[in-house]
């Protein structure tokens, strides 16, 4: 673990995660328009946005806590910029990463929805205020899911705790368990919370709340949110296809089916997105805990088993 | 040229935020269909803000009553700088027939100028605009920025 090797994969991890976040985000934007019968946007489009915005005057409401309000979305792409790190090395060279880093990279996941939080509550705004609280329900709701899940690809692979050992083992024949693609599904769908995507977009919800958590943000924190809501679109798949699918390992044939892999979870993300409509909180709350969760404790009991 | 190059993202991203100061709704009910499939300025980058903090361009509807005179100089004071107004109907433009309303405020070009006398005004006419002619408006306006 030289110098050398962990700059240089920061660095290609956070550009790389950026480019496929937006390239994402045109996927999602445009197959939703194609899907509304309509052209959509170009593909610089994400990029325009956040260059525009970082052109533009940034505004703090007078009662919001300064500090608060501002430091949330660096905290939040500071963080999405170290899981991306992490990701990147796991999947280079699996045989290098840290132990353990499958938790790290789990917390690190986790802190963007945190700093979402702490930034609506500190802008004074009713609006980001009722947005801060049911993003926090929802986090309540689909972390033990999503846990659950990751447990079942730790499980299967004999208690592995770090990225790379998930890789080889998902190589080694452990990602055709059906288990795994239990632990699969599930995780999509709470990925689907965790992005903020339609039918659990309801910390957003611009029709109802104005954007929620978002509302008072301008200029360039606004920008640094949506990049940061990009990599994390970029992210999460990658974490996906990471736990449950054998990542982007071996060559230049892992990383052309990786990136294969990538686009399908990101495209069937989109497609859910686009024929669902919203849920209300406590629909989306019994839908996790009493839908999904037993459903993912039976996954890892039966992943323990051998399945 | 960091200047320029704000200007050239500003005219390939505006969000627009929808403002009705007095328009009998028929206006608006011409700017939603700008947003559906059929005219979708999605293609233009042009997409609908839900807070004016968002916004780029206001799009103005009718003139201003007294009731939505303090609100609107207010919207436009919380819409993050440089912006630009695009005021859509006769109404807006020129306050057609309630120009002697003894409950109207003035026209939402003058009222606006009361808060930002260099404020970026541009106007539609039309009682209603066409869709097309309100993207024509819009895209005429972003060319003069
Ligand atoms: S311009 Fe015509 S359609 Fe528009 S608000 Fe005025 S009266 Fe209504």
């Known amino acids: 673990m030289d110098l050398a090797w962990i700059v240089g994969v920061f660095v290609v991890a956070v550009l790389g995660t950026a480019v496929a976040g937006l390239v994402s985000k045109w996927i999602d934007r445009k197959v939703t328009a194609r899907v509304q019968w309509r052209t959509g946007p170009p593909l610089l489009q994400p990029l325009y946005d956040i260059l525009k915005l970082l052109g533009k005057e940034t505004l703090v409401p007078r009662q919001a806590r300064r500090a608060g309000f501002l430091l949330a979305p660096v905290i939040g792409f500071a963080a999405a910029c170290v899981a991306a790190a992490l990701l990147w090395a796991a999947n280079i060279d699996p045989s290098r990463t840290l132990p353990g880093d499958l938790i790290l990279v789990w917390y690190l996941l986790m802190v963007p929805s945190v700093a979402l939080i702490i930034g609506g509550a500190s802008s004074a705004n009713p609006h980001a205020v009722i947005g801060a609280s049911r993003e926090m329900k929802l986090m309540l709701a689909y972390e033990l899911p999503m846990l659950l899940a990751v447990l079942t690809s730790v499980v299967a692979s004999g208690f592995t705790f770090n990225l790379g050992g998930l890789i080889q083992s998902a190589g080694a024949g452990v990602a055709g368990k059906i288990t795994m693609a239990v632990g699969f599904i599930i995780g999509v769908l709470c990925t689907q919370a965790k992005l903020g995507l339609v039918p659990f977009d309801m910390a957003e919800a611009e029709t109802e709340i104005q954007g929620g958590v978002y509302v008072e943000y301008s200029g360039p924190p606004l920008a640094l949110w949506l990049l940061t809501r990009a990599m994390m679109f970029a992210l999460m798949p990658i974490f996906l296809v990471t736990v449950f699918w054998g990542g982007f390992a071996g060559g230049a044939a892992g990383v052309a089916t990786g990136a294969l892999k990538y686009v399908l979870v990101v495209v069937l993300l989109v497609l859910i997105r686009n024929t669902n409509p919203r849920l209300r909180i406590d629909q989306a709350m019994r839908f996790f805990w009493y839908g999904l969760t037993p459903i993912a404790v039976v996954a890892v009991i039966l992943a323990a088993a051998v399945f | ?145």
């Open chain 2, 1 to 145: 040229m960091l200047a320029a190059l704000k200007r050239w993202a500003l005219k390939k991203s505006p969000w627009v935020y929808h403002v009705n100061t007095g328009a009998c709704n028929n206006c608006d009910i011409e700017i939603l269909d700008c947003l559906t499939p059929r005219f979708d300025v999605e293609r233009f980058g042009i997409l609908l803000a839900p807070s004016p903090r968002h916004a780029d361009v206001l799009l103005v509807t009718g003139g201003v009553t007294l009731q939505a005179r303090g609100a609107l100089q207010e919207v436009y004071r919380q819409t993050a700088k440089p912006c630009a107004m695009l005021c859509i109907g006769s109404c807006a433009c020129s306050m057609c027939i309630f120009a002697d309303g003894y409950h109207m405020a003035g026209p939402p070009d003058k009222v606006v100028r009361e808060v930002d006398p260099d404020a970026f005004i541009a106007y539609v006419p039309g009682c209603p605009p066409k869709p097309e002619a309100i993207i024509l408006g819009a895209v005429k306006a972003l060319g003069a920025l």
